[in-house]
């Protein structure tokens, strides 16, 4: 037994020493070949001589599994990942491996790869920041310092500082967050034919649409027969957040920092002055009929999208452009009822006549490398070709000409392509690791993208969505180093926050206080003091 | 017979056993060295070898937690109300389809009533939310089109626990009757003509025969329920619970989900399930006494 792990431990540090030999031939190869147009066929011959004879090192990257492989092609095997190992793993004797992780298990799946130890990928990511702070605690990742500034010259200037600040964990860098490219989150929509058809003006404020929403209940322009739903909701983020946080008050810096509690990868409002008054208007819009009645079953929109979709709902909060995409929901919509027009709106207002929404950190996913990889290099390497020449552009936006046209710098996705051109890029988003949205230099140009991709009636629409979704924006509010009173209640929190919400919803008016100071003291006790009393020590701390 | 001949002329028996004796050294006995975990500071990227051992820290921690206590309360509740629920349906079940004189319909009953059985939970899930849910809901949409107020059979935390019984009840009973139906296949047919002699009627017949010859194997299963009093499954609370009924649909089950593998500490998950493994066997235990005691019937 002992022998034979020495044996393999020797064998290691031969794989190592290969890859490392590798890593330099690779390197100086690149370095030569840069200035030749674009990295790729140039190095590939470049560097095919020199490590001819060594062995091809084996490169494995966790990838999203969606269940939306074409036929034809799998997660593990399709355009994508041919272009990468003809354009990057070829060239660098290097061959790419890719690992399913279904996209819905994405944590716990990644928590058990982790744990077993030995079939862990090279390259794992998640979205969760929790996870990410776990992992860089307990010493299992990879120090990316040096690696990066020896092998990803390229990586580091496209992710820049800002955004790498995200991947520090006790001034050690653990991750490299992916840039992400539009910040906006949500919008709203209102069913503009209903408008029309009882002669209402757009509504502009919180008190305008609570006037809408009663005539829609009242005259149901929709002919639904009494099942019209005024207010769409869900307990996902996208319903509720616009809501909640039009009612939260103008807060001084301070209260920012120590009042928010951020929770998974979001802040939550549970303790800023102003929460009270939004659960209070939701337990009235409740009262009145006039938001989803089972909105407290429905925790990923499902319910929600088929009411829209069957045209029930005359107005709702949702991720800025998601209702536009082709086959999308606005698109059921109006397979459905022909006449149905979906307008973007910008209606919940503060007491300063603001409308206040979240935006995200600039950072998508925390790119890792597990501590007991063995191809830290070639891990870098990898995202460094992606970040270097136009690869990362080709990879998000397929072949010039079949997939896109050019317009004015923006590519202009060609939505009548063959299926088979089109499939190309089902996964584009789980493969340009480095970077969340399309990268096109600067945030006007990246939501112009976005609106060319949507099919041509509702690209009008879609830009409107953008605009608001970016406008009264305020940033999360983060520390320089994680709380860890949120790491360990920040799960069982966010499920009694989503309690609050629906409860103090669903009680009658005249039980709304009870309930709402007895949920209070709970979520206090289960973390949420425990939190605040961090917050404030770290905010004294920082100043 | 020495010993020798004794293993000579059984050792095929013996042979059998070893399958399911593998199955317990590698499933049941194997991951009992994972209970250590509780005791340690568990880091999963040094292993359980490599991680530190706290005592009993983590089994302050969780007992200091308010969810703990209130996810107990609601396990050994759902437990309770299933036993006087759904214990009892499988029972009453079987006897009906052992007076069943038709033998084509007594099989086409059983087939249908088995059919639940074999549907996973999240199926399940989705069907209740169909046929409950108080918007679009089958039963509402019958309710209000009469002219009644919609009942929030999914969101009221009473008329909730109403829809987990009758759901639990409509998946186990059928399966359960298996048990019993293969109990009854063992009385004796010449009782039942003495009886038909006597001029016992049906009622007297299932009282004084069938129910005293299925005493042992109700006593059995009685025991056994008892012992799973604070093991819950995990699908059905989860599947069938929502955040408006948390505060009864919360078991430990999900908070061992919720604290351990969501939330990755693994440390806290061990001690739940630890606990609920302890209390498991007392309850076990004291069941088996009892019911020695008072019947003299047992299983161990």
Redesign the interface.
Same mark, same amino acid.
């Given at each position: 037994m002992v022998q034979k792990r020495r044996h393999a431990s020797f064998k290691k540090r031969t794989g190592q020493l290969v890859a490392l030999s590798i890593a330099g031939s690779v390197l100086l190869a690149a370095c030569s070949s840069n200035n030749a147009d674009n990295g790729g066929s140039a190095s590939a011959t470049a560097s095919a001589g020199s490590s001819a004879k060594t062995k091809a090192a084996t490169l494995k990257v966790e990838v999203f599994d969606r269940g939306n492989s074409p036929t034809g092609s799998s997660i593990t095997k399709n355009y994508l990942t041919t272009f990468v190992q003809d354009n990057f793993g070829t060239p660098n004797n290097i061959n790419v491996q890719y690992v399913p992780v279904p996209r819905s298990e994405e944590v716990n799946k990644l928590n058990v790869l982790m744990a077993s130890g030995t079939d862990v990928p090279d390259v794992v990511f998640t979205y969760d920041t929790p996870t990410f702070n776990r992992y860089a605690q307990q010493g299992g990742l990879t120090d990316l310092g040096e690696l990066l500034d020896q092998y990803g010259p390229n990586l580091k200037n496209f992710l820049g500082e800002d955004t790498l600040a995200y991947g520090q964990y006790d001034g050690k860098l653990y991750a490299l967050p992916a840039r992400r490219s539009h910040l906006g989150k949500y919008a709203s929509f209102i069913r503009q034919d209903w408008l029309d058809k009882l002669s209402l003006p757009m509504p502009q404020t919180t008190d305008e649409l609570y006037a809408t929403l009663k005539a829609f209940k009242d005259k149901d322009p929709g002919q639904t027969g009494g099942k019209v739903i005024p207010l769409g909701m869900s307990i996902a983020p996208a319903q509720y957040e616009p809501l909640i946080w039009s009612f939260i008050k103008p807060t001084s810096e301070e209260q920012r920092y120590t009042l928010t509690q951020q929770l998974g990868s979001n802040d939550f409002p549970t303790l800023l002055p102003g929460f009270k008054d939004a659960l209070q208007f939701m337990n009235k819009l409740y009262n009145e009929k006039l938001i989803s009645p089972d909105f407290g079953l429905d925790k990923d929109k499902t319910k929600l999208s088929q009411n829209v979709s069957s045209g029930l709902v005359g107005f709702f909060s949702e991720d800025d452009m998601n209702p536009f995409y082709a086959d999308g929901l606005y698109a059921t919509l109006q397979k459905n009822m022909p006449d149905a027009k979906l307008a973007a709106v910008d209606v919940y207002t503060n007491e300063e006549g603001k409308h206040p929404k979240p935006e995200y950190t600039p950072i998508g996913m925390y790119l890792m490398i597990p501590k007991s990889s063995k191809n830290a290099v070639e891990a870098i390497k990898y995202l460094d070709w992606m970040a270097s020449g136009d690869n990362l552009f080709k990879m998000q936006n397929g072949v010039e000409g079949e997939n896109y046209t050019l317009k004015d710098g923006t590519p202009v996705m060609n939505t009548n392509a063959a299926e088979e051109i089109k499939n190309r890029l089902y996964n584009q988003g789980d493969m340009a690791i480095i970077s969340n949205g399309k990268q096109l230099g600067d945030a006007d140009k990246n939501i112009e993208a976005y609106v060319v991709g949507m099919p041509q009636p509702y690209q009008e629409e879609t830009r409107k969505a953008l605009t608001i979704s970016r406008s009264d924006t305020f940033k999360p509010v983060r520390f320089d180093k994680p709380i860890e009173a949120e790491a360990k209640y920040g799960t069982t929190l966010q499920d009694k926050f989503k309690e609050i919400i629906v409860k103090t919803a669903m009680v009658k008016p005249e039980q709304f206080d009870g309930t709402y100071e007895s949920m209070m003291k709970d979520y206090l006790s289960s973390g949420g003091q425990a939190i605040l009393d961090e917050r404030t020590a770290a905010y004294k701390a920082m100043k | 017979m020495n010993a020798f001949g004794y293993l000579r002329r059984y050792w095929q028996l013996y042979a059998l056993l070893v399958f399911p004796l593998l199955y317990f050294i590698i499933f049941k006995y194997g991951p009992m060295y994972g209970i250590v975990i509780a005791f340690k500071d568990f880091?999963?990227? +040094? #292993?359980i070898n490599g991680s530190k051992w706290i005592g009993l820290d983590a089994f302050r921690e969780v007992f200091a937690? #308010?969810?703990f206590y209130k996810t107990l309360r609601n396990t050994i509740m759902l437990n309770f109300l299933d036993l006087l629920v759904s214990f009892p349906a499988p029972l009453i079940v079987a006897i009906m389809l052992y007076e069943l004189k038709s033998a084509w319909f007594k099989k086409l009953s059983q087939t249908i009533l088995y059919i639940p059985h074999f549907i996973s939970w999240v199926i399940i899930g989705g069907i209740v939310?169909q046929v409950f #849910? *108080? +918007? &679009?809901g089958m039963i509402n949409n019958i309710i209000t089109s009469l002219g009644f107020e919609?009942v929030p059979f999914?969101?009221n935390k009473a008329d909730w626990l109403v829809t987990y019984l009758i759901v639990g009840v409509w998946q186990s009973a059928g399966w359960g009757t298996i048990i019993y139906l293969a109990a009854l296949t063992g009385i004796n047919r010449e009782l039942f003509e003495a009886a038909d002699v006597d001029g016992a009627g049906r009622v007297r017949k299932i009282w004084s025969i069938t129910l005293p010859s299925l005493k042992p194997t109700i006593v059995t299963l009685l025991i056994i329920s008892l012992g799973n009093m604070i093991a819950i499954g995990f699908e059905r609370p989860y599947v069938i619970g929502? *955040?408006?009924v %948390?505060e009864y649909s919360d078991v430990l089950s999900t908070f061992v989900y %919720?604290?351990g593998?969501? &939330? #990755? +500490?693994y440390t806290l998950a061990t001690v739940v399930g630890l606990f609920q493994a302890v209390v498991g066997l007392l309850f076990v235990l004291g069941a088996n006494y009892a019911s020695k005691k008072l019947a003299d019937q047992s299983i161990l």
């Open positions: - | 880091n999963f990227f +040094q #292993g937690m #308010g969810d939310y #849910g *108080t +918007q &679009s919609a999914l969101t929502n *955040t408006a %948390r %919720r604290v593998i969501e &939330s #990755g +500490q």
